[in-house]
Each structure stands twice: as structure tokens, then as C-alpha cells.
């Protein structure tokens, strides 16, 4: 019964437009700080590879987007799909990674500390927010295309985001991203068909 308050206690304030005004900032701020981040990499990068390379801020922007459609009482249903499954990958894909580079080298500075505690809070969120979507399967086949494409021009045509101490490790890599994929795309299956299941006990 205490858990039960506590837990609805918390999803008030997460669901009050106030939090959620909040929320939207923060991820404006963390998507621009995403974006300047990878300037130096799309410097050196084609343009026709420009939208696949700042993965975790475009995963951000999907989400920032999703809360504009929650604050105006709407739901931008491919873009919620887009941000559940590239949220969670992204997220926990830069806490690997950055512990990987960690037990490579032995150290790992502040910064790198830092994205791994602002990563793993996006992948956090996207899951927190899952009774807010809305999207059905067709937009789930259209973000697993998305995701799934990415991954290929990532592992095929070199355009992953670049960690100079792991690139020797990058079949590896390209293979755990591939499953983690899966594995997200599985996840946002799972949301829709327990939300498909509720509605139809509601119904």
C-alpha cells in the first residue's frame, strides 16, 4: 500500500505540465549540447552522412518532441516510437561505451563521467514515459527501419561516433549495437501490446 502511494505520488509529478515544462528544457539544452558536441566529427564527415552521426542528440530531439506533442494534448506517435527506441539504445550504448574506454585505459575524466550519468538518465526517461505513448505497430516497423539503417551506415560505412581508444574494437562493437537495437525495438513491442492489452481490459 505505501509502495502503491509512493509510486503514484511520483508519476503526479512527473505527469504535471510544470515537470514536464521542465523536462522540455532540459532536453533542449542537453540536444544543443549533443549537437555541439559532435561538430568536430561532422566537420570531417560527408554531408550525405550528417543526420546519422549525432545519435544521441537527434535521440534527444525525438523525445523533446514527444513533450511538446504531451504539453499541446497531442501525441506525435513516430516520433514517441523514434525516442523510446533510440532513447534506451543510445543511452545505455554511450554508458558502454564509456565504460569500455574506462577499463581500456584505466581513466576516465570527468566529462566522460558526466555522459555517462546524463545517458543513462535518457535512456531512464524514455522508459519513466512510456504510459504516455501512443504509437502502434506500423510506427514501430517505421523507427526499427530507422534505427536498424543507422546501424548500418555506423558499421558499414565508418560513420560511428568516434572513441579513439575503442576503434579497434569496432566489429565488436557494430555487433553489440546491433542486438542492443534489437533488443530496444523489442522493448517498444512490449509497451504497445501491454498498452493494446490495458485499453482492451478498459474497453
Request: net charge neutral; aromatic share 20%.
Amino acid at each position: 500500500m505505501f509502495l502503491s502511494s509512493i509510486k503514484n505520488m511520483a508519476w503526479l509529478i512527473l505527469s504535471h505540465k510544470s515537470f514536464l515544462w521542465i523536462l522540455l528544457f532540459v532536453n533542449i539544452f542537453g540536444t544543443v549540447y549533443g549537437y555541439d558536441w559532435y561538430m568536430w566529427q561532422l566537420e570531417m564527415t560527408d554531408s550525405i552522412f550528417w543526420i546519422f552521426v549525432p545519435d544521441s542528440p537527434t535521440a534527444s530531439l525525438f523525445f523533446l518532441l514527444a513533450i511538446i506533442g504531451w504539453l499541446i494534448g497531442k501525441n506525435f506517435k513516430l516520433i514517441e516510437a523514434l525516442a523510446l527506441i533510440t532513447l534506451v539504445k543510445y543511452g545505455l550504448w554511450a554508458v558502454v561505451m564509456n565504460l569500455l574506454t574506462f577499463m581500456e585505459t584505466g581513466y576516465l575524466d570527468p566529462v566522460g563521467w558526466m555522459l555517462i550519468g546524463s545517458h543513462f538518465a535518457m535512456a531512464v526517461q524514455a522508459v519513466l514515459y512510456s504510459p504516455f505513448y501512443k504509437f502502434d505497430f506500423r510506427h514501430i516497423v517505421i523507427a526499427a527501419i530507422w534505427t536498424l539503417h543507422n546501424d548500418v551506415i555506423d558499421y558499414v560505412f565508418g560513420q560511428m561516433p568516434i572513441y579513439y581508444d575503442l576503434m579497434k574494437h569496432m566489429n565488436e562493437i557494430g555487433y553489440f549495437t546491433f542486438w542492443l537495437s534489437i533488443a530496444c525495438i523489442l522493448l517498444a513491442y512490449a509497451v504497445w501490446k501491454i498498452r493494446v492489452k490495458r485499453e482492451a481490459v478498459i474497453a
